[in-house]
């Protein structure tokens, strides 16, 4: 009889021991299902002992060990204890979000390759030559002839793909073994001399660990980069992974990557995955079949015996950051998992997060810039349209309007970028000054002239419009300000010849929507793009010159210390999108604040002289990275009661805090209600990062002992991003 001793998915940060006939050494890193409670959980098993500090008599058994598949390595269960360590967050619950639930839950896991690699046999060349009757098989082959070696799923598609088992069966198409994984497709283009410097560069510096930051304007082929690099890393026998921001960005990079790497075994990692596809692609990454794993921030938990090569696309963006449950950074994770296993990882970006771009300043990551386009000859310009002395139409300046009215006459896509979805941010009354408030959040609910409704942007709540005013009566209530349908429908009206077409989580709500818009756009079956951050990222629309930014004063003056840098990354992502192929872009910022220096740096696609400034105030003030913070936020019924409570915890901390923490007052958050819930914060911050994260293990103990009231909740966000 062993002890097993598990990490179970509970809030709290112990292990929990079960007897087993047959545990072996061999058993950890295996998930299990156990008695818990009266019902079951599914864990991890961490150690194998042979007694414990539990009465052996008390001791329940294992109900099933999962070994179908090989264990999680050890690596793997250091990277989730240093993510339970430095978040302060159960390992349990690293481990809950860590592994897919299927393969949590022990149930039984295929590794079976999905997606074999086919080829027409001899047998099938024998048979297209001799005199036969044509048939859908015979097409088939002739289709697969043309192509080569392609995967299951490829041929399945073709018109002729029905076929397919019919071919199979007679012999007349085989599976082949894996080619080499690093054989790349087609002609590759010519590096320019700076992507050439970029990949020596890394290269020189050799296998092991080096954290670099590859900071390239948009269209320098920073992809190009990464391809080559992953190449390197393929030929030596090792494993990739290369980390998106968003899924909406994966489906174009996976065909990218798929199409350079034909025979190699690319997964995709994803919350949008069907279970079975992401417990699978899980254990060909842990079980070494996978050669490139691509995904988002949860793919930093892929289990990868052979890993080489991290990369980091987009690395300044905010998604990389859960901002629930285990508040983990996977930009911040991947470097020290690159640490961990000594391979290199690369942090990518046209615009690097503030933190990242002082790493590089002060020599702690390694530099690699690429400041010209790879293909179009220049950067588009940017103007400012000072909007004090012009009238607005709708929001749109006639300078915007003539511009996009030249795009149409000569063929090009316009694309007006507003960050805001629906029709208006509120419905208002002109006569006792009622706006739509959201009944459950300290936030308006927003007008969706499309579908007809009120909707709450946070809670999701919805409600039809009104049609006076629910106070005094009114009938003239009127949508106030705009959001990307308002704008749709007025350039539907001023250029009504044109294919006006709106990008946001509305229109495009599901991948296959999302991918459905893109394809749309690519084809050019669309003049006029209107569209939210969505369209900021990483796409490329080889017909779109004109980007027109509306609505971007409202982020300078924010509250939050991080805006000015979202919103220079943001329009300076967005502006990228303009004349990305071989036609020149342009890009209008419609402004009341023309000489304000952040527009001024943008003007001059100067990001470093906006980093640096940036900085400079963040020195001056005291925040980060010039700091280290960490946030206990707390949300109750009452307001009353979330503030009480960090009040306490302000207290127990006072009476422990070392010198040099500073312990901030306990304030309402700025979005004090949410989805019923009030919610409050208190802010800690150190000089030293060792010293927070010493005196939050602390002070976390010591709370999670504290007698709550009922319906009270509380986390810790470590590195917080927002303040
Ligand atoms: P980034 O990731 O920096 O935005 P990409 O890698 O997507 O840039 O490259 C932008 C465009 O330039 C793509 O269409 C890509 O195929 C092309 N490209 C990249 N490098 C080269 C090169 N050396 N020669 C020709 N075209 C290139
Ligand atoms: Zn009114
Ligand atoms: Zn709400």
């Known amino acids: 009889m062993r002890i097993v001793r598990v990490s179970l998915p509970v809030p709290l940060p112990q292990l929990f021991d079960y007897t087993s006939e047959d545990a072996t050494e061999g058993d950890v890193g295996r998930c299990v299902r156990v008695p818990f409670g009266r019902g079951e959980k599914s864990g991890v098993i961490v150690a194998i002992a042979d007694d414990s500090a539990i009465d052996a008599a008390r001791l329940k058994a294992v109900r099933h060990v999962q070994r179908e598949v090989a264990p999680l390595p050890r690596d793997w269960l250091e990277l989730v204890a240093f993510v339970a360590r430095y978040y302060h967050a159960p390992p349990g619950e690293v481990i809950a979000l860590a592994l897919p639930p299927g393969l949590r839950r022990a149930d039984a896991v295929s590794d079976r390759e999905a997606d074999p690699l086919l080829d027409v046999s001899d047998a099938g060349r024998a048979a297209l030559s001799a005199p036969r009757r044509p048939s859908r098989a015979l097409a088939l082959l002739r289709d697969l002839v043309a192509l080569g070696v392609v995967r299951h799923s490829v041929a399945r598609a073709l018109p002729s793909g029905d076929a397919l088992a019919d071919a199979l069966r007679r012999g007349w198409i085989v599976g082949v073994r894996r080619a080499n994984p690093a054989d790349a497709a087609g002609e590759l283009p010519q590096l320019t001399a700076e992507q050439g410097a970029a990949l020596d560069a890394v290269l020189a510096a050799g296998p092991g660990f080096v954290p670099w930051l590859l900071q390239g304007v948009t269209g320098s082929g920073k992809t190009e980069v990464y391809l080559r690099l992953a190449a390197r890393t393929l030929e030596a026998g090792r494993q990739v992974l290369m980390l998106v921001p968003e899924i909406a960005l994966t489906p174009q990079l996976e065909a990218r990557v798929a199409g350079r790497f034909p025979s190699a075994t690319v997964i995709s990692l994803h919350s949008g995955l069907a279970p079975g596809a992401r417990s699978r692609g899980f254990v060909q990454a842990l079980e070494g079949h996978a050669d490139i794993v691509l995904g988002t921030r949860l793919a930093v938990f892929a289990a990868l015996p052979r890993l080489g090569l991290i990369l980091v696309d987009e690395e300044h963006d905010a998604s990389y950051k859960q901002q629930e449950g285990v508040r983990y950074s996977a930009r911040d994770v991947a470097v020290w998992r690159a640490r961990q296993r000594d391979v290199p990882i690369v942090l990518g970006s046209a615009t690097p997060s503030l933190e990242s771009w002082q790493h590089a300043r002060a020599g702690r990551y390694r530099s690699l810039r690429l400041s010209a386009r790879a293909v179009a000859s220049t950067l588009p310009a940017v103007r400012r349209i000072d909007t004090r002395r012009v009238r607005l139409d709708e929001g749109l300046s006639p300078a915007l309007q003539a511009a996009i009215g030249e795009r149409l006459a000569r063929g090009e896509q316009s694309l007006v970028f507003i960050n805001r979805r629906g029709y208006a941010p509120v419905l208002s009354c002109p006569s006792c000054s009622w706006v739509s408030p959201c009944p459950h959040c300290s936030a308006n609910l927003v007008v969706h002239l499309a579908d007809r409704r009120l909707r709450c942007h946070h809670c999701g709540c919805d409600s039809v419009i009104p049609r006076v005013c629910p106070v005094c009566g009114n009938q003239d209530i009127q949508p106030f300000g ?242």
């Not at 105030?617 to 700091?627: L, V, Y």
Request: glycine content about 6%; proline content about 5%.
């Open 482 to 723: 705009r959001g990307t349908q308002r704008i749709e429908a007025r350039l539907v009206e001023l250029f009504p010849d044109a294919r006006v077409l709106r990008v946001d989580r509305d229109s495009a709500r599901t991948r296959k929507q999302w991918e459905a818009m893109l394809a749309t756009i690519a084809a050019g079956e669309a003049d006029i793009l209107v569209g939210t951050q969505m369209m900021a990222k990483g796409h490329d629309f080889a017909q779109l010159t004109l980007v027109g930014v509306v609505g971007a004063d409202a982020s300078l003056h924010a509250a939050d210390f991080r805006a000015p840098e979202r919103l220079f990354q943001q329009l300076m992502q967005v502006g990228g999108r303009a004349g990305r192929a071989h036609l020149p872009g342009e890009v209008l910022i419609q402004t009341e604040y023309p000489e304000h220096p952040l527009y001024r740096c943008l003007v001059r696609h100067d990001f470093d002289a906006f980093a640096a400034r940036a900085l400079d105030e963040r020195r001056q003030a005291g925040f980060p990275p010039f700091t280290h913070q960490a946030m206990l936020r707390a949300d109750a019924p009452a307001l009353d009661d979330a503030m009480k409570f960090l009040a306490h915890a302000r207290r127990l901390a006072q009476d422990s805090a070392p010198e040099g923490l500073q312990v901030f007052d306990v304030v309402p958050m700025r979005m004090t209600r949410l989805a019923r819930r009030e919610r409050a914060q208190l802010l800690v911050e150190a000089g030293e990062r060792a010293l927070l994260q010493e005196f939050v293990g602390r002070w976390i103990a010591v709370l999670r002992a504290q007698r709550l009231p009922r319906d009270l909740r509380w986390q810790l966000d470590v590195d917080p991003l927002e303040v």
